[in-house]
Nanobody, 124 residues
Framework: QVQLVESGGGLVQPGGSLRLSCEFS????????MGWFRQAPGKERELAAG????????YYHDSVKGRFTISRDNDKNAVFLQMDNVRPEDTAVYFC?????????????????WGQGAQVTVSS
C-alpha cells in the first residue's frame, strides 16, 4: 500500500513563496506519475501540477504557469511543489497524489493514491 505524507503548508502573504513536499513509500516510486491537486471551498478538485514517471514531462494548470514548479527526486522518493508569487486565489487544500501511469491525468478519478492534504492560505 502506498503512503503519501505532505508537509510545508501554512499561511503566506500575497507575492510570497511556499514549498510543499510529499514523501512516497510502500511501492516503487518510479512506477508512478505524481501530482499536486488543490481544492478550494465550494470548488472542484483540480490538478495544479503533475509530473511523469521520469520527471521529463510536466503539466501545469493555466492559473499557476510561470509561478509554480513541480519536481521529483526519484532517489529520495519525494515530489515537491515550489509556489512563488502566490495569490489569494491559490488558497486551497493541496493534495499530493500518485497515479500508476506514464503521464499524469487531469482527472482526479484516475489517480490511485492520495495524501491527507495540506492547507495553504494566501492572505495579508
Amino acid at each position: 500500500q502506498v503512503q503519501l505524507v505532505e508537509s510545508g503548508g501554512g499561511l503566506v502573504q500575497p507575492g510570497g513563496s511556499l514549498r510543499l513536499s510529499c514523501e512516497f513509500s510502500g511501492k516503487f516510486f518510479g512506477s508512478y506519475s505524481m501530482g499536486w491537486f488543490r481544492q478550494a471551498p465550494g470548488k472542484e478538485r483540480e490538478l495544479a501540477a503533475g509530473t511523469s514517471r521520469s520527471g521529463g514531462y510536466t503539466y501545469y494548470h493555466d492559473s499557476v504557469k510561470g509561478r509554480f514548479t513541480i519536481s521529483r527526486d526519484n532517489d529520495k522518493n519525494a515530489v515537491f511543489l515550489q509556489m512563488d508569487n502566490v495569490r489569494p486565489e491559490d488558497t486551497a487544500v493541496y493534495f499530493c497524489a500518485a497515479e500508476n501511469n506514464v503521464f499524469p491525468s487531469r482527472r482526479s478519478s484516475d489517480w490511485d493514491y492520495w495524501g491527507q492534504g495540506a492547507q495553504v492560505t494566501v492572505s495579508s
